[in-house]
């Protein structure tokens, strides 16, 4: 690829969720601070929501790093997921080797006494489940009643919903009310100003080895503006703009390059394409008033 002609050492715009990349931005900082101080206050559930490609399994990865030896964690990157199959997904992540034939009542109690043996051993556990927006209301319920687990100090689970503004809009229900209720924090990402996709861009640069920065403060306020602040189009647009410069044996970027990207990756906001619209907008106004004075013309 472009690594050697630009002298990286690694892709600086991959779009999995590198931890080794992360970018200590306000939001993502924040949404950390939140996760953190919720977990070691033993809320029961905690949300974070954000738009498709603001960084949420990038955050849900970096809280898992962060978390203490005496976290477990239950990590549901699927929430596609029956009742049932929840409960099997639960057990599994908590290391309880089962029947396949168990009872769903057999391997509830299963779960409460793996819970309390980890709770009597000063462990805590944690679910963390990414994509939330796509659990079932019947999955949703058994989550709840998950969580009904509890001595009489502590819960016995934790669980941190990562989800699309989707989740909202279905906790909003009132058949999830009980759950909703139960959601201590909530934090919402935002998408990145100019200037933090300024840092950002550099920031990953750097991480993959640059020298010296590829693209300009002025290009960068460019990608910042088509890609409305979303970090994953902001990689894919650098990315397919390194390709381009890289197609041409230039180290330099330009705005063509920029363009072009910008052009070829979808959901992005394109000046261009805008300006031909303004254009057309203008014409046709032209055409109507000439066509209204031939009108008012004719009537005289």
């Known amino acids: ?12 715009f991959s779009l999995t969720p590198n931890t080794q990349f992360y970018c200590a931005l306000e939001p993502h900082n924040e949404a950390l601070k939140v996760l953190l101080s919720a977990l070691s206050m033993s809320e029961g559930f ?21 978390l203490e030896d005496n976290y477990v964690v239950v990590y549901l990157p699927n929430p596609y997921l029956t009742p049932d199959e929840l409960r099997w997904a639960v057990a599994a992540e908590l290391g309880l080797e089962l029947a396949p034939e168990q009872d769903q009542q057999t391997l509830s109690q299963s779960i409460e ?13 944690v679910m963390i489940v990414d994509e939330a927006q796509c659990f079932s209301w019947e999955a949703l319920e058994a989550l709840r009643l998950l969580t009904n687990l509890e001595t009489e100090q502590k819960k016995l689970l934790q669980v ?47 991480r993959a080895g640059a020298q010296s920065p590829l693209f300009s403060p002025r290009l960068n306020h460019h990608i910042a503006r088509a890609c409305r602040g979303i970090p994953r189009l902001v990689n894919t647009v650098c990315h397919k703009a390194l390709l381009l410069a890289y197609g041409e044996g230039q180290t330099a970027l330009n705005k ?42 004719q009537v005289l």
């Open 46 to 66: 905690i949300k974070v929501t954000g738009e498709v490609g603001t960084g949420k399994t990038l955050i849900c990865r970096k809280l898992i790093n962060h």
């Open 113 to 125: 006494k793996r819970l309390l043996t980890l709770s009597q051993e000063g462990k805590k556990v």
């Open 160 to 206: 941190v919903l990562f989800g699309q503004p989707e989740l909202d809009t279905k906790l909003a229900n009132p058949q999830v009310r009980q759950l909703r209720q139960r959601i201590g924090f909530s934090y919402q990402l935002r998408p990145m100003t100019a200037a933090e996709v300024d840092y950002y861009i550099n920031h990953r640069l750097r």
């Open 256 to 297: 063509r390059y920029i363009r072009a990207a910008i052009a070829d990756t979808e959901d992005c906001y394109a000046p261009t394409s805008m300006r031909r619209w303004w254009l057309f907008a203008v014409l046709s106004a032209t055409v109507l008033g000439v066509a209204a004075i031939w009108l008012w013309r």
């Open 1 to 12: 690829m472009y690594l050697s002609f630009f002298n990286l050492t690694e892709m600086p």
